[in-house]
């Protein structure tokens, strides 16, 4: 097949570790085939789907079935998130076991109600998934200090997009991060804290990095571009767990990327048709909206701002993802991620964003009528065409295939082996030698 890549450039396709394909379940927002089309035409060359559909992926029948579905009808490849919560600890082995790319923890309420376990819940999972190496997607909020927040403004009758930020504060993140941070640390088991919105959680993300814990985070499109004056302008439909904070956020998000405490950008995919984004009591608006076609855009965007450098956007998208998740290349092994998984772009080509154009089934999202500079032209995975000319290669549908983490297995920890704890709790030496001697 000849092709002339005259005038463009040829990138690694994004990798995206937070999506939302909603099969089996949802199937009326997205499935493997409208979300992986997606995918192709953003330039994304793997994702990893969540695990928050009916049924969840807490068991090894669930996954099996997913895993089906998947192999199917998906156009990209992908990795399947297995539900980490109170009564899955005990399927943990036969979710490794069925190939789960990690785990997803629900600290708090979102989309689907998964229950969020108690902290000794959860320091019993992450005891349980430790071992195996795989890592535990955060969804960082706090359920206790979101209900009673929701509850009082209901009360007293607010129901406008705001009183959705009003209810979901930065500390509910904040305290979120640190608390499974700790109980990372304490466990060893391998942590990656989703969609960062605030500034805030940057201290304790970059703490725990800064005393070992391995730990790693991402952030989205729409907490490093939107603020909180853009819930006038496009409605509920900008309802997002968590919600888009004020626009002070967002510098320090950009400079947490540059500086590597933020590791990549993920989007969130979490697609609802206009039906359920559309509506007075914004409490009643389902949370989430379509981003896996539009992330790179957005992002090459701000490339040709300036604001970023090509190569910045490739190490955020896809090279640290890959590290992350052990899909990195190594010797020996030929990874996914890096076998002629391309997007091959059109860095000048200037276009506006439409929601009607768009593949995902739920054709609404906050980013409609927003004016972008670049756009993915074709979408190879494993060297196949899978996006061409700005056309889905139909007969691509059901060549995405399962990704495989190759990571080295952790050291084994004891309870809190961690020596730079035991530092900062030392006495200094001079003060033990005064109470020594009586001085
Ligand atoms: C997600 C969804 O709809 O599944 N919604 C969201 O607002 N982000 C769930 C989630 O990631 O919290
Ligand atoms: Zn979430
Ligand atoms: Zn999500």
């Known amino acids: 097949e000849q092709l002339d890549a005259t005038g463009l450039h040829v990138l690694p396709g994004a990798i995206d570790v937070h999506v939302h394909f909603r099969e089996p379940g949802y199937t009326h927002k997205e499935d493997f085939g409208t979300g992986t089309a997606a995918a192709a035409f953003g330039g994304v060359t793997t994702v990893f789907d969540m695990p928050n559909v009916i049924p969840a992926t807490g068991t090894a029948e669930a996954l099996a079935a997913k895993h089906r579905l998947a192999s199917e009808k998906a156009y990209v490849d992908y990795g399947l998130y297995g539900l980490l919560g109170e009564d899955t600890i005990a399927h943990v082995p036969d979710l490794v076991a069925g190939g789960v790319i990690g785990f997803k923890l629900y600290m708090g309420n979102t989309f689907g109600n998964i229950p969020s376990p108690t902290t000794g819940g959860m320091l019993e999972a992450f005891e349980?998934?430790?071992?195996?190496?795989?890592?535990?997607?955060?969804?960082?909020?706090?359920?206790?200090?979101?209900?009673?927040?929701?509850?009082?403004?209901?009360?007293?009758?607010?129901?406008?997009?705001?009183?959705?930020?009003?209810?979901?504060?930065?500390?509910?993140?904040?305290?979120?991060?640190?608390?499974?941070?700790?109980?990372?640390?304490?466990?060893?088991?391998?942590?990656h804290v989703l969609h960062i919105s605030s500034a805030e959680e940057l201290r304790p993300l970059a703490e725990a990095k800064a005393r070992g814990v391995d730990i790693t985070g991402e952030t989205c499109p729409q907490y490093l571009l939107l603020g909180a004056?853009?819930?006038?302008?496009?409605?509920?439909?900008?309802?997002?767990?968590?919600?888009?904070?004020?626009?002070?956020?967002?510098?320090?998000?950009?400079?947490?990327?540059?500086?590597?405490?933020?590791?990549?950008?993920?989007?969130?995919?979490?697609?609802?048709?206009?039906?359920?984004?559309?509506?007075?009591?914004?409490?009643t608006v389902d949370c989430?909206?379509?981003?896996?076609?539009?992330?790179?855009?957005?992002?090459?965007?701000?490339?040709a701002a300036g604001r970023m450098s090509i190569s910045d956007y490739v190490r955020w998208s896809a090279v640290n993802p890959a590290k992350c998740w052990g899909l990195y290349p190594r010797k020996g092994h030929l990874q996914p991620g890096a076998d002629a998984d391309i997007a091959?772009?059109?860095?000048?080509?200037?276009?506006?964003?439409?929601?009607?154009?768009?593949?995902?089934?739920?054709?609404?999202?906050?980013?409609?009528?927003?004016g972008v500079t670049?756009?993915?032209?074709?979408?190879?995975?494993?060297?196949?065409?899978?996006?061409?000319?700005?056309?889905?290669?139909?007969?691509?549908?059901?060549?995405?295939?399962?990704?495989?983490?190759?990571?080295?297995?952790?050291?084994?920890?004891?309870?809190?082996?961690?020596?730079?704890?035991?530092?900062?709790?030392?006495?200094?030496?001079?003060?033990?030698?005064?109470?020594?001697t009586g001085a």
């Open 128 to 191: 349980v998934v430790a071992p195996t190496g795989k890592r535990v997607s955060l969804h960082a909020e706090t359920a206790s200090i979101m209900a009673r927040r929701e509850a009082r403004l209901r009360a007293a009758g607010r129901k406008d997009p705001l009183a959705h930020l009003a209810a979901r504060p930065a500390v509910v993140a904040v305290e979120a991060v640190a608390r499974a941070a700790i109980l990372s640390e304490w466990t060893g088991c391998r942590i």
């Open 229 to 283: 004056e853009d819930y006038g302008r496009i409605g509920p439909v900008i309802r997002v767990n968590p919600p888009v904070r004020e626009a002070r956020n967002q510098a320090p998000l950009w400079a947490a990327l540059a500086s590597g405490v933020v590791d990549m950008i993920a989007t969130d995919h979490a697609p609802h048709i206009p039906d359920e984004k559309v509506r007075d009591d914004i409490f």
């Open 374 to 436: 670049g756009l993915p032209v074709h979408t190879l995975v494993r060297g196949r065409f899978v996006m061409k000319d700005r056309a889905l290669v139909e007969s691509a549908r059901g060549t995405g295939r399962s990704v495989h983490t190759i990571q080295e297995m952790p050291a084994p920890r004891v309870a809190n082996p961690d020596s730079t704890m035991t530092e900062i709790v030392r006495i200094p030496a001079a003060s033990r030698g005064d109470a020594a």
């Open 344 to 370: 091959i772009v059109d860095l000048a080509r200037r276009w506006t964003i439409d929601d009607a154009k768009l593949q995902s089934r739920a054709k609404i999202t906050p980013w409609h009528g927003r």
């Open 288 to 303: 989430g909206f379509p981003g896996v076609e539009t992330q790179m855009p957005l992002m090459l965007t701000e490339v």
